[in-house]
């Protein structure tokens, strides 16, 4: 990643004056002409020279350390948001520790309700289904409920067979290497997380197509795709994947929807009528 020095510069600039002095445990005074706080003072707090953090606003500085962002961080008071922004800016990864886990907002969870004809479900970064509405669960089966790994799609593509049963066979090389690409680029957004590490560790002890694959390093965040699958039920659907990312980026609700006007919609309707009780056989 590259250093955006004048982006950097005024990121750091318009900080420092949007802080008032009592916010940063410092006494204001009547006779202030700058406004927010000097420059001297973001360097005292920051522990660094005063010379080092002018550069820095004047676009003059070399890349600062991990250890100097994170001072500026405390010392300027940003919120996670702009923590991250002044790491990018600077040429750094934001640090991870933003995860929300397995905890889904209660937002979310009445959306899901709310989506009574639609199927969604909200999924980890890393491939564990979090929460599921009621016609995810008869589209998809439901597997929210079984223990650590058996939720997670990604070890369930690679190590049950049953797993890839709805999906035409030609396609299940291409969602093996989307799965892949997705996990690679997750577990590098978490480094140095025991989760992640596990979760790879035992795909490829497990699975020789996945380490094959994770050989590959191809890396690509899933945004939206176009799925077929054949439901026990209703026969053959296809459907619109749309993925809306937290901005957190580790939780996604994932929505399918039918292109308008094709056979899938009335596919869809019918699932909701009968609903999926022989395909939701995987719950509990």
Known sequence: MSMNRRELAGFLRRSRERLRPEEAGLPGGPRRRTPGLRR?????????????YVRMEQSRSPQPSVQTLAALTRALRLDADGRDHLYLLAGHRPPAGRHAGEHVRPGLLRLLDRLTDTPAQVIGDLGDVLAQNAMARALLGGVCTVS?????????????????????????DHYGRVHVADLRAAVARRPGDPAAARLVRRLGEASEEFRALWELHEVAVRRRSRMRLLHPLVGPVELDCEVLLAPEEDQRLVVFTPPPGSADVARLELLRVVGGEQFASADG
């Open 40 to 52: 001297e003072e973001v360097a005292q707090l920051a522990g660094m020279s005063v010379d080092y």
């Open 148 to 172: 650590e790994h058996g939720r997670n799609l990604v070890w369930r593509w690679f190590t049950d067979p049953g797993a890839r049963t709805p999906y035409p066979a030609d396609e299940h």
